[in-house]
């Protein structure tokens, strides 16, 4: 298979260069969008498409027959349709973690400007005033509460920083055991609106999803105590904006916000957002989370290696839409020797057999002349056919069948 990388978002030349280095064409061009994407696509034949922001619709997927990897050069892939990846069989993995650091860090740095109203202070010292009197009042951090809503990696480090303010830390996630709360020194909670409820700053760090749309609503907003702080470095869909733009005008609350409903697709536009505009304390950066000189590296080291270890082993890692659990209803494995035909004539009994494959393993013993084969079925064989299969004269050593 020839490996061509279609680069479609900004990305580092080095990064480009060591691409090329695998042996991959490369075809890098940051400013494909839409029907554009879709062409190229289609013209560059490619194996392996990378993107940051881009969308990846369902009709780039129909009209690239030989992709078969999709990288998102980021955490999140809401901008991805995954659903039409695997319905052609094309995997889409992404870089977990590596910006963590950099949207924490951006993460307090909203928090600290919030807290001493940075912007304020620096707008008025450019326009010629002196103003310590109204500034001077900061509530400060030590012993105050974070609540975190999202306790994935980015929420780990905002954690490990907040401790390091003499701050409290209270979180909620999904998968965030009592006892694994313990390991982090963090208090769980039963839900967002429960951390909303002990917290005096609010932070989100959830992914983009169905059961995560606007789950910071006027509900949980309600629940935070008059002038507190909420933050969003994470994703625009998870918070209701114009909830949080009444409880500025009404509540008092502090705002510091990466993300904007309506962001521009383009690096440079004109831009209007309500909640911008809301009558009250609203700081906001330019969905600038994971864009530090070091997460990027990192990101890229780590699409190079998803693309090195997609061409050279065929398993890649960090891909977000296989099966999570495996369907099959036992295992099937087969000692055999290491010659043509093998496993073709054993999948061919489970064909007749009406038994499908649900995963495959094959691996080689050293000195290259057995192997041991473990097929994962949807069905358990019978008798007979383990006995066919036992049977395959000069191929086969051993069959059992293990329940899965």
Known sequence: MTLSVLIADGFEDWGVEQIGDLGAEVTHDPGLRGDALRDAVTRTECTVLVVRS?????????????????????AGYNTIDVDAASKRGVLVANCPGKNAVAVAELTFALILALDRRIVENVNDLRTGKWNKKEYATAPGLKDRTIGLVGFGRIGQEVARRARAFDMNVVAWSRSLTPSKAEALQV????????????????SVHLAAAPETNRII??????????????????????????????????????????????EPSTGRAEFDCAIARANGIVYGTHHIGASTKQAQTAIANETIRIIQSFAETGKTPNVVNLESQCPAKCQLVVRHFDKVGVLAGILDKLRRAKINV??????????????VATIRLSAVPDDALVREIADMEDLVIRVDVKPT
């Open 187 to 202: 208090e769980p909670c039963d839900g967002p609106a429960d951390v909303a409820a002990r917290c005096d700053i609010l």
């Open 358 to 371: 649900e995963e495959m393993d094959n691996t080689i013993f050293k000195g290259r002349t057995t192997a």
């Open 54 to 74: 881009t969308q990846v619709t369902a009709d780039i997927f129909a009209a690239a027959p030989k992709l078969g990897l999709v990288v998102r050069a980021g």
């Open 217 to 262: 609503n006027a509900d949980v907003l309600g629940r935070l105590p008059k002038g507190a702080y909420v933050i969003n470095t994470a994703r625009q869909d998870v918070m209701d904006y114009d909830a949080l733009a009444a409880a500025v005008n009404e509540r008092g609350l502090r705002v510091g916000l990466d993300v904007f409903p309506g």
